[in-house]
């Protein structure tokens, strides 16, 4: 298995969903499917498992592990594996870290603890995450998204957590750039990592300092998301923003717009396997389908990368 530094800590990860059977039970053989696609279609990095758009807080702690271990056995053996481990309670965090360390996770991605979120002060901050650190047998990285929790990490935490030996990054999905440049401005980034989390701001992120992107628009069009980060790094900044301005629509879609159910349909249109979601995610109704289309269309996403599958 690889081993994930601040220095290896780079590139494209796409969040991946889950496939489900229509009975509602984990669907590996449609997982090891998508997995198959990606490895032999695109330049990633890695793949990150049981972020928000693997449905993870709907599935049980066995079911988890499970799925850990049916990735890590069928993904390219120089790609990172960077799962997403947050459980709730300090305990529980740490121990499903353990539990997929041991299975094949390269790292583990924690996102702030919400439930008492009036409470979730920096010191309740720090604490949670130092006491994973020590604890976890895998690098770990902090993952804000504030949409979703409600808790928004402070630039003054995620700086204090930045000097821990065990935590190499952050993925900050909040889209606050300037927060984003103020912390790579505050910590070292030899010792601590800046990722992208979503495709609508990959280019912005890159160009204050971030190293790559855990991007959802990755599971439907890995390329394109590739493209932007490799024309960036070569210094081709007019070809990195063209890409970065086809990403924006078909990213606000499959995220913010549709979310999930709608990033699993644009999979099923794109030959993936999507599928259907957990409950309480319903699928998308006819219309959401009919102005996901067009934009599928519109965004070329669908012609792209299929040229590139061949």
Known sequence: MPVVTVA???GIYPPIATPFADDGTLDDNKMISNIKRWSSATRLSGIVCQGSNGEYVLLSTDERVHQVKIVREHMPAQ??????TEAGSTAATIDMTKRVAAVGADAALVLTPSCYKSRMSDEAIISHYTSIA???PI???????PANTGVDLSVAAICHLARHKNIIGLKDSSGNVVKMATVRKKTDKNEFSLLAGSAGFL?????IGAVGGVCALANIAPQLCCDIQEAFDTGDFHTAMAHQHRAVEINTAVTSQFGVPGLKYAMDMLGLHGGPCRAPLVRLTDDEKRKLDAILRDSQVQHTERIHDR
Do not use: C, E, T
């Open 79 to 84: 790609w990172q594996l960077i799962v997403g």
């Open 203 to 207: 280019l912005p992120a890159l160009s």
């Open 134 to 136: 020590d604890a976890s």
């Open 8 to 10: 290896s800590l780079k």
């Open 139 to 145: 690098p770990v990285i902090l993952y804000n998204m």
